[in-house]
Every structure is written in structure tokens, then in C-alpha cells.
């Protein structure tokens, strides 16, 4: 039975950014997004992204509505292009109003495209009378943005690339809860001087794979550097977990580096947080702080709680950094109550 524009059936998710301790950098397979090599990642707790999706037989078109205002142009078409393969799969013809609101700046380089498709996932879908498992939910999410697939899941989670040509060992699960290192926190550096992103991520990798001359290196290396960090993050050793955090942060740097035309996204200002750091390491004689940063110029410090203070001090000189949020492991996405807003 066609639903009456009242009865227009709708779903809210709100969904959490994350942050990858080893990246998910070059696609494999474009039509199935199947990514080269696994990735781990930490979702981040308080900075949200809550999607109400509402599938309307009146609409003419699809529409989204992004912290408030009317959206046209590319965000819209990623979002009209995400919910044609949800109706492909529910078999729905309507076209579909997308509330979206993150409480966090969005397009601040804070991975406002992982909370944003994979709380678009799980609203489209479950507003289209898809219901589906979170490992189902996650596989619909990368398709929006490969690290949509990590935001589904709480705390710690791995994203395993699979090797099957179909996709079907490709999936992400979580792999411990937000609790399980109480001690540690993530200080983002939020620079100020941030430039806006030129070329998105999913073109931007799939760049590295054709010219960097690194990315091969990089796809001998990664695997074995994941499941030492994994057994360091299950041993909570955070000396082994900060030293790999920035071998893999400074070997995805020089992927990008050496990608041709160069993919540069730090600022002056990120490279004086990751001079810090090293700094504050080498005094310490053990690494005390580890640092990681996605495509953009924020940096994220991954420190022990007992460390804050002296990390704090050694910060203090920076002067391009507009401020700080200490952030912990956090749950993953949730359904909210049904409702339109
Ligand atoms: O999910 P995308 O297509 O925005 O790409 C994410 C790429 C990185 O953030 C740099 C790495 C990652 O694993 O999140």
C-alpha cells in the first residue's frame, strides 16, 4: 500500500565521527567499495550527527536539509545518489527529505562524512522498511564514505578488508568497548588556519593508489603494523600503541605527499603540534603522547590522562590553535525515537 503524505514513513539516527588509528586509504573495487587494506579506528564519544530521513510521496525530488538551511549542489547529489541505493534495495520509488544536524562544526575536517552516511544509513534504511543487522548497516554505510562503515560500531573497531572479489569478508565489527582503556583520551588540536578540503577523500586516495610511488610499501607494512597495535591497544601498552599511532600517521603522510599532484593537508600550526609531540617523546625517553590525523590539518593527540597536564605545557607556545577538545572512546550509532523535526 502507497503510504498517504501523513503516514510518510520516517526513521532518526545519530550517529558518532571516528577517528583511524590505521587509515583506510584506496579502494580496491569502486563499484563494490571495497577498500585495499584493514583499518582500525576509535569512534569518539559527545560530537554527534542526528539524520531523520522521511520518505514522502509528495516530493518532486530529494531534498536535504543540512544544520538548518536548504543544501543544493554536491552534498545533495551524495545524498540523493546514497538514498537510490537504498530504494534500489527496498524496492521504494519515493524520493525522501534528509534532516541532518551535527553539534560539532561541520566540514572542520572533524570526519563529518563518517557520522553523516552512516546516520544517513541507518535512517534511510530503516525508514524504507529495511531492517537491518549493524554489520548490514555498516556495509550500506561505506558506500556513502568507507569510514562510515567504523561509525555504526562503539570504542575500538576494526574494519577488515577481506580478500573475496564479491566483498562478502568485507566488513567492520567492534572489536573492544569505549571502556575498555579508561585511561586514555584523544585531545584534538583544532587549528585555526584549517583550509577547506579541495578534493574529496574518496578521489583523493584512489590518486595515491595510481601515483604514489609509497603505496605499495604502505600495503606490505600496514597489515603487520594493525595487529601490533591491536595487541597493544588490548594490552593497553601505551608506549608500543603512541609509537605505532605516528609511524602509521607519518606513513600515511608521505602516501599522500608523494601523490601526484602532492596531497598536503597540514598547516603550519599542525606541523608545530607534531614537533611537540616528538619533542615531548624524546624528553620523556618513552613515548608518552601518540598523534594521528585524517585528511585534513587537525591533529589528534592520544595521550594518558595522567600525561594531560605535561602535554598541556608543551602545547601552551602554539599559538594557531583555535582550541582543544578532550575526547574519550564513545558509543557507537543508535536509533532515536521516530520523528520529524
Ligand atoms: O571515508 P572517506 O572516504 O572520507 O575516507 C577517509 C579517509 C581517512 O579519513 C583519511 C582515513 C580513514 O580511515 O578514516
Known amino acids: 500500500m502507497t503510504p498517504t503524505a501523513h503516514e510518510a ?48 510521496p509528495l516530493l518532486p525530488a530529494d531534498r536535504l536539509v543540512l544544520n538548518g538551511r536548504v543544501a543544493d549542489g554536491a552534498p545533495r547529489e551524495a545524498v540523493a545518489r546514497f538514498l537510490d541505493l537504498v530504494r534500489e534495495r527496498s524496492g521504494s520509488k519515493l524520493y525522501a527529505e534528509v534532516r541532518s544536524r551535527n553539534n560539532f562544526p561541520t566540514a572542520s575536517g572533524m570526519a563529518s562524512s563518517a557520522s553523516g552516511f552512516a546516520a544517513l544509513a541507518g535512517a534511510a534504511s530503516r525508514a524504507a522498511g529495511l531492517d537491518l543487522t549493524q554489520a548490514e548497516l555498516s556495509a550500506l554505510a561505506r558506500f556513502g564514505s568507507g569510514s562510515a562503515a567504523r561509525s555504526i560500531f562503539g570504542g575500538f573497531v576494526e574494519w577488515d578488508a577481506g580478500r573475496r572479489s564479491d566483498g562478502r569478508d568485507c566488513r567492520a565489527r567492534a572489536l573492544l568497548p569505549p571502556r575498555h582503556w579508561p585511561e586514555l583520551l584523544d585531545l584534538v588540536a583544532v587549528v585555526a588556519d584549517a583550509p577547506a578540503k579541495e578534493v574529496r577523500s574518496a578521489v583523493a586516495m584512489q590518486a595515491s593508489v595510481r601515483t604514489s610511488p609509497a603505496f605499495s ?36 603522510r608521505g602516501v599522500c605527499e608523494r601523490t601526484v599532484p602532492t596531497l598536503d593537508y597540514l598547516t603550519d600550526t599542525s606541523r608545530e603540534v607534531l614537533a611537540a609531540v616528538k619533542g615531548l617523546n624524546a624528553a620523556a625517553g618513552e613515548a608518552v603522547v601518540g598523534y594521528t590525523h585524517d585528511a585534513g590539518a587537525h591533529v589528534h593527540l592520544f595521550t594518558l590522562r595522567s600525561e594531560l597536564p605535561r602535554l598541556r605545557r608543551a602545547l601552551r607556545p602554539i599559538r594557531g590553535v583555535a582550541r582543544y577538545w578532550s575526547l574519550r572512546p564513545g558509543p557507537g550509532g543508535r536509533y532515536l525515537r521516530t520523528s520529524v523535526r
Not at 225 to 239: E, G, N, P, Y
Open 217 to 252: 610499501d604502505r600495503q606490505a607494512a600496514v597489515g603487520p603494523r594493525l595487529s601490533r597495535m591491536r595487541s597493544a591497544i588490548r594490552r593497553r601498552d601505551s608506549d608500543a600503541f603512541f609509537r605505532l599511532l605516528i609511524e602509521e600517521c607519518d606513513e600515511f
Open 9 to 56: 514513513p520516517s526513521a532518526t539516527y545519530e550517529a558518532p565521527p571516528n577517528i583511524a588509528l590505521i587509515k583506510y586509504w584506496g579502494v580496491r573495487d569502486e563499484e563494490l567499495h571495497l577498500p585495499y587494506n584493514s583499518s582500525l579506528s576509535v569512534t569518539l564519544e559527545r560530537l554527534r550527527t542526528r539524520t531523520t530521513v522521511r520518505f514522502d
